[in-house]
């Protein structure tokens, strides 16, 4: 969005829903779930494939969409001006960061992406990867083979990426480590903190797959050292499906090339016929193009209720939920795959019958009225802040007797 457009656009600090009384600011913790359809009709507890939309957020989406309809591109300063600007520091203000440190993406791919192909990789360098990572986070860099940069896989243990076993690997070529937050698969999450000292102290980047962190689990970038971060928003976001963000750390932003450029990449005027290719000063250098405001509308109303909530508060929440889940699965003596170690549980919680079909019990489970995911042959529920026991006690009774 050019220096141009916001030096034309008007002041846009109306409500985001005018004429609504109440809004995003009338959420509460004892209302909150009667803002999601779903919880009406199902236990969803599938918040980690693709979250339930809230009315605040559909509500935001029809907001932009009857702009559309009503004014054609007339306010398109102001929608870049408002998206660049208000949507997204509160972005940076739920993750610790500094709105110049946030680009739009449509997906947490192309965060990945950013990084695999942007960094200034030389013949003989190598990255760090988990050996449970999801493909997103594994393919960009494989496709890196033909540039001379070769994978070390660290080997989980249980499910558990140990700190101590990364640093095994860890040679004078070693650039950068990616890693998942938080194991789609398991919830196993991360030591953030240890893994960051540990490439503070050998002078190695990192890079993160947050989409299973961030909306479940407090985050501070600036605190953890974390140089790179891409979240997808359609999973515990609860945004819009093709809504995203990549966070880049404002020291480390010229490290990166960007690797698609385009009109947006630049700061220039609407005449688009003046030709300098000279990057945006912040991370909007990877905005190629036309951002999806229709669906960053839809995020903006959901990172609102975040911030009104509270990411702490969320992750108290969400971990007293997944608490309740362990202790019924335990007394029905289903197995308990994800990590119950202190500091290693996520929103995540895996489990197991210890003879049943992981894929028939969800079959049977969504005949009565109860979402969750397969993964690795397990079960996989991934509550968020609008579930409570009462989904837990539909999905233990719901269950096949062991």
């Known amino acids: 969005m050019s220096s141009i457009i916001q030096s034309q656009a008007v002041d846009m600090n109306t409500a985001l829903f005018p004429g609504e009384s109440g809004g995003i600011e009338a ?14 009709r199902r236990a969803y507890l599938n918040n980690a494939s693709i979250g339930a939309l809230s009315t605040p957020v559909i509500a935001a989406v029809n907001y932009f969409m009857e702009d559309v309809r009503d004014n054609g591109r007339n306010n398109y300063p102001e929608w870049c001006r408002y998206a660049d600007q208000s949507i997204k520091s509160r972005i940076a203000r739920l993750i610790g960061a500094d709105r110049s440190e946030i680009a739009f993406v449509k997906n947490t791919t192309e965060g990945l992406v950013n990084v695999a192909n942007g960094f200034p990789w030389k013949e003989g360098d190598n990255v760090i990867l988990a050996d449970i990572e999801y493909p997103s986070n594994v393919y960009c860099w494989m496709k890196l083979a033909a540039r001379g940069v070769s994978i070390r896989w660290v080997k989980n243990r249980d499910g558990r ?79 819009p499906i093709g809504t995203g963000f990549f966070y880049c750390r404002k020291e480390v932003l010229d490290l990166l ?42 995020m903006d109303a959901a990172v609102r209720i975040q911030l009104a909530l509270g990411a702490a508060r969320i992750e108290r929440h969400i971990l007293s939920v997944t608490d309740y889940a362990i202790e019924g699965l335990l007394k029905k003596n289903y197995h308990i795959v994800s990590s119950r170690i202190a500091g290693e549980r996520s929103g995540n919680l895996s489990f197991r019958h210890p003879t049943g079909d992981a894929a028939e019990i969800s079959q049977r489970l969504r005949g009565a009225g109860v979402d969750l995911a397969v993964r690795g042959g397990n079960l996989r529920i991934s509550p968020s802040y609008y579930n409570d026991v009462n989904d837990i006690d539909r999905l233990l009774e719901a269950l096949p007797p062991v």
């Open 161 to 239: 990426i140990l700190v101590d076993d990364i640093r095994a690997l860890i040679d004078d070529r070693t650039r950068l480590i990616s890693l998942s937050a938080v194991q789609f698969s398991n919830g196993f999450r991360q030591d953030l903190e240890a893994t960051s000292a540990l490439c503070a102290e050998h002078g190695i980047y990192l890079n993160l797959d947050a989409i299973q962190w961030v909306g479940a689990l407090e985050m501070d970038v600036r605190k953890l050292g974390v140089h790179f971060m891409s979240v997808g928003g359609h999973k515990w976001m609860l945004s």
């Open 257 to 298: 090339d960007p690797p698609s450029v385009g009109y947006h990449t630049v700061d220039s005027t609407e005449d688009h016929m003046e030709y300098v290719l000279e990057y945006r000063s912040d991370a909007g250098r990877f905005e190629e193009a036309l951002a999806n405001f229709t669906g960053l509308w839809g």
């Open 27 to 40: 959420l509460r913790w004892d209302n909150v779930a009667s803002f999601f359809p779903i919880k009406q």
